[in-house]
Structures are given as structure tokens and as C-alpha cells.
């Protein structure tokens, strides 16, 4: 009783693993996220499925529980998305929890992301880095998301669609500092990919001049240089109230005075307080 969880192309198909297609020839059954975007997929590899089984966001309990009942009759499945791999920021996370849970043999193929392409071809950190998904819509959210990639010491990565990729790009810009290093990522592995890499300033000069290249797919990379003053005033007040005061209350201190993400200052503190 296994199952697959199988990453597709993100836009090349030569980029397909050879394991990945062997895995898609042999199993029993496939669970997709569009049944039209697998089946060109699997025409282009010549692979022939008899059962196909769509799995989205509108999926429910009672669509997980039948699936469950094909592995516990024997049957071999796996996962495949609409591109790259499954479960990053696509369905899939509780079909496979409750895979899991019953105990099944779970087996992830490694294979092409578009966050790690992106990543490794940025230019920026790549130590540390944290993906967030797509950016935020709300104001709040922002504000929240925004604070949080300003305390990060490494790159924050988005995805995004054309029609809002300016607008984030102007909400970031007002919101963080001028040392800011982004990269963005354009219809990787595709025919016109390409890494539009500098400042914000500069990246949105290059959208208005180039408003064309305004399609497709696109991800943002984003490596804060933090503000200095803020995290060395924060600091120094952790120094001097950490033998008096617990973390949690000097976090809210030094949030009111900073302006910066209490829960942020909490997880820095904790850090520095291990180190003393």
C-alpha cells in the first residue's frame, strides 16, 4: 500500500526525472490537480492512465475517504500538480496527512520547484530564506507579512501574478529600506525566462519601460538588509533588562519603542539569550 507524491515540469518537460516517469507508468491511479493540464503531460511522455482522479480546493472529506479506500484495496497511487511539486502552495496537505495517518507507505520523488530554481539562480542569500506563498491581498495581512521578512535574516520568497506584481512591488518598496536586494524570477525554465535582479527602484523601471514582460509566471526574492538603528536600540534594550524582565514583556517593550514585530523580537531574543 504506497503513494506517490510526484513532481511535474514547471515548464519545460525535458525537465521531467527519469524515476518520476517510470513511477507514472506504473501506478494504479493518479490524483491531479487539473485533468486537463496532466493529460497533455502524459500524452507528451506517452504514459496511458485508465484512472484519473481530480484533487483540488474544492475537495472534500468524502473525496479524501475514497481515495483512501483505493489504497487500502491495494492499489498504487500518486500525487501529481498542475507543475512542479505538489503540496507547495497547491492542494494536497490534508489528502496527504490522512495518508499518513492510515499508515500508508509515503514516498516524495524529488524533482523541479520553482522556489528552489528561483532561489539558486537569485544571487541572493541562499543560507537562509523562508517561502510565504503568494503575497498577501489585505492591508493587515501585509503590514504583518512585510514585518516579518524585515526581521528575517536571509531571502523571503513569493509568488505572484502579473496583474499585481506592480502594486506589490510599490507596497514593498514604501515599506522597506532602500538597501533592499530583489530578484524577480519571470517564466522559469521557459522560453522567455528570465532574472530581473536589483534594486526596487530599479526593477520597477525596467517593468515601465518593458510593460510587455508583464506576463506569465512570476516569483519574488527579497533580501532585507534590516534597519540598524531599530535591531541595535532592540538589542540594547534586551541587554539591559534581561536579567530583570522575562523575554515576552521585553519583546513588548521593545516592539512599542521600535515599531518592530513583537513576535520577531520574541524568537530574536530567545536566540540571543541561548548564546549568553
Known amino acids: 500500500m504506497t503513494f506517490y507524491i510526484i513532481p511535474s515540469p514547471i515548464g519545460n518537460l525535458d525537465d521531467i526525472t527519469i524515476r518520476a516517469k517510470k513511477i507514472l507508468k506504473d501506478i494504479d491511479f493518479l490524483i491531479v490537480e487539473n485533468k486537463k493540464v496532466t493529460s497533455k503531460l502524459l500524452s507528451a511522455l506517452d504514459i496511458k492512465k485508465k484512472k484519473i482522479i481530480t484533487y483540488n480546493d474544492t475537495s472534500s472529506a468524502k473525496d479524501r475517504t475514497k481515495i483512501i479506500e483505493l489504497i487500502k484495496k491495494g492499489l498504487t497511487g500518486g500525487l501529481v500538480s498542475d507543475s512542479g511539486t505538489p503540496l507547495i502552495s497547491d492542494p494536497g496537505f490534508k489528502l496527504i496527512s490522512e495518508i499518513i495517518k492510515n499508515d500508508f507507505r509515503l514516498i516524495s ?58 502594486a506589490t512591488l510599490e507596497v514593498m518598496q514604501a515599506n522597506l529600506n532602500n538597501q533592499t536586494k530583489i530578484c524577480v524570477a519571470k517564466e522559469l525554465t521557459k522560453i522567455h525566462e528570465s ?18 514582460k508583464i506576463k506569465g509566471e512570476f516569483i519574488l526574492l527579497i533580501d532585507v538588509v534590516p534597519d540598524s538603528i531599530d535591531i541595535n536600540t532592540a538589542d540594547e534594550i534586551f541587554e539591559i533588562l534581561k536579567n530583570d524582565l522575562s523575554i515576552k514583556m521585553i519583546s513588548k517593550l521593545a516592539s512599542g519603542i521600535t515599531g518592530l514585530s513583537k513576535n520577531d523580537l520574541y524568537k530574536r531574543f530567545l536566540s540571543l539569550s541561548k548564546k549568553n
Open 109 to 166: 520523488l524529488p524533482g523541479p520547484t520553482s522556489v528552489i530554481t528561483a532561489l539558486a539562480g537569485s544571487g541572493l542569500s541562499t543560507d537562509n530564506f523562508q517561502f510565504l506563498g503568494f503575497f498577501p491581498r489585505k492591508k493587515i495581512e501585509q503590514s504583518k507579512i512585510l514585518k516579518k521578512i524585515k526581521m528575517y535574516e536571509g531571502t523571503s520568497i513569493f509568488f505572484e501574478s502579473p496583474k499585481r506584481l506592480l
Open 195 to 212: 532574472y530581473i535582479r536589483g534594486t526596487f527602484s530599479e526593477v520597477l523601471s525596467f517593468f515601465s519601460k518593458n510593460q510587455e
